[in-house]
């Protein structure tokens, strides 16, 4: 059996979770108090999602704004 140790960011309160595997399959999540939490430590150890991003300053360049983003949806 393995265990991964992870701080949920389901929610804003960030429990530290326990997530128990077994050859892959998620045995058990322990230490959530929300549903969500369950959910996060489960999905994060079969599945993980990666939202990268990045600021990058540029020289001259001029700021994006709310109305600017919509041409690009």
């Known amino acids: ?3 991964r140790h992870l701080i949920c960011i389901g929610c804003p309160v960030g429990c530290a979770l326990t997530v128990k595997t077994e050859q892959g399959a998620v045995i058990s999540v322990e230490g ?3 549903k969500r939490g369950r959910e996060y430590g489960e999905k994060e150890v079969t599945a993980p999602a990666r939202t ?3 600021t990058v300053t540029v020289t001259g360049g001029t700021p994006v704004t709310g ?3 919509s041409v690009y949806r």
């Open 1 to 3: 059996m393995e265990e």
């Open 32 to 34: 959530n108090t929300c």
């Open 52 to 54: 990268v991003t990045t």
């Open 67 to 69: 109305q600017c983003l």
